[in-house]
């Protein structure tokens, strides 16, 4: 009962103790209840009593974050003429599409009366009584650097840019400029990822935080939505950080920690690609485990990128060597690296009935697959990979790679981190790798 809105507490009445609530209200009250973010918020969407300068809501998918962050700012602005809030986002267009003009935006949950206008040009809002909002993009930290501000609301920090140290600066920027007022405020909502800021707010013990799982909102939510989210994701590391928005911890002494994936976590086109190729370990058995296929790609400045995971799974060898064969037409391939211990002869026949234009290179492993990731980790610790795009299945397993030779990920085998192995292992290290590679004709 306790974690319920007074919204959800009086639908959960009889219907005669209900009507009689309802009744006793006056008809302004009863009119103002829209907009009474009191009577619709949970707990854990109301800006915590006392004094505090930072208040982090570190949630699951659909629990409300955007919602609750806009009803702070919008507490803030009716009650503070002089208020001055910044309003930061990953990028100038989402912080418009979400924070102001989205559906639990400022705009959309505001009462006639004191509806701010909306000056697009100058990136401002401005409500009647005088507060004013301003929309900066953490991937510009020294638009930040001038500003003064007295509250701030900053969304979906760990989707913020983490390239050299971004996400940070912009955060150092914004808290250096937060000095107008008595007591400068941020508001910070955002779904777990172990994103170097999310782990700086939760290492400091001056932070107040929410937290809530998207099944804290069923209330609000599309029963299809969470049937179909529980279904996919229900018990596996991507639904505990997403659904139940728990920060995944990294698991001590293995060969990837999560902070490290994110560092090398990039937006990025698909330009400058010098080499292209698929990396596919393939199941045992025609319905067993996963086959893995990663497509990773050399680029112009030496670095290896990571551009997709087309891994499927429970596929028969004519189901896998067309998942290989869309994923090669779809990069524009120009080799394919299948390893061949379980296989043999079979994952070249596979491969060459679907029909791949390409070189098929089977590769046979003399080391164990953790022995044979080492040399790629070091590359990332270098700085020498980086990743187009979240990963969640692939990264999980890379993860579970344990420096002992023990794999502790999801499933019985890191498929999907095999394949990215042999694929990164052709393209940086080249002969110098220690597999024996022997050429399939097509």
């Known amino acids: 009962m306790n974690g319920r809105s007074l919204a959800e507490r009086l639908a959960a009445m009889p219907a005669a103790a209900a009507r009689r609530y309802i009744d006793g209200l006056s008809d302004p009250a009863v009119q103002g209840l829209a907009h009474h973010w009191q009577f619709w918020a949970r707990p854990a969407q109301i800006a915590p009593d006392g004094v505090w300068r930072i208040w982090l809501i570190m949630a699951g998918r659909g629990f409300g974050k955007t919602r609750a962050g806009a009803e702070w700012v919008r507490s803030i602005a009716e009650a503070d003429p002089d208020a001055r809030i910044a309003l930061v986002a990953a990028n100038l267009a989402e912080a418009r599409s979400v924070m102001v003009e989205g559906q639990s935006g400022l705009l959309a949950i505001a009462p006639d009366a004191m509806r701010p206008h909306w000056e697009p040009s100058l990136r401002r809002l401005r409500w009647p009584d005088g507060a004013q909002a301003t929309l ?149 058995g025609s319905s067993g485990d996963a086959c893995g296929i990663v497509v990773c790609a050399l680029l112009e400045d030496g670095r290896a990128a990571v551009l997709a995971d087309c891994s499927v799974e429970r596929a028969s060898p004519e189901g896998w060597a067309r998942a290989v064969a869309r994923a090669s037409e779809q990069w524009n391939a120009d080799r394919i690296i299948a390893e061949a211990n379980q296989g043999g002869e079979m994952v070249g026949a596979v491969l060459r009935a679907s029909n791949i234009a390409l070189p098929v290179r089977l590769v046979h492993a003399s080391r164990g697959k953790v022995a044979r990731a080492e040399p790629i980790a070091a590359l990332y610790e270098a700085g020498r990979v980086i990743h187009c795009g979240t990963f969640a299945q692939l990264e999980d397993e890379m993860c579970g790679l344990m420096t002992g030779g023990d794999y502790q990920g999801p499933g019985r085998s890191p498929d999907r981190a095999d394949a990215l192995v042999w694929a990164l292992t052709e393209l940086m290290l080249g002969r110098r790798g220690t597999p024996r590679i022997r050429s399939l004709e097509n």
């Open 136 to 284: 900066f993009s953490a991937a510009e930290p020294e638009s930040l650097r001038g500003p003064e501000h007295s509250h701030a609301w900053c969304d979906e920090i760990a989707k913020w840019d983490n390239a050299s140290g971004r996400a940070m600066a912009a955060w150092d920027n914004l808290q250096l400029g937060l000095r107008v007022g008595a007591l400068p405020q941020i508001a910070a909502t955002t779904t777990p990822r172990a994103v170097p800021l999310v782990r700086h707010l939760l290492a400091d013990p001056a932070v107040v935080i929410s937290r809530g799982s998207s099944h804290a909102n069923r209330a609000n939510l599309p029963p299809a939505f969470l049937d179909a989210v529980q279904r996919h994701y229900g018990g596996t590391a991507l639904g505990r950080q997403e659904l139940d928005g728990k920060l995944l911890d990294d698991i001590e002494g293995a060969l990837w920690s999560r902070s490290l994936i994110e560092a090398c976590r990039v937006r990025w086109s698909a330009q400058g690609l010098e080499r292209v190729v698929v990396g596919v370990d393939p199941p045992a």
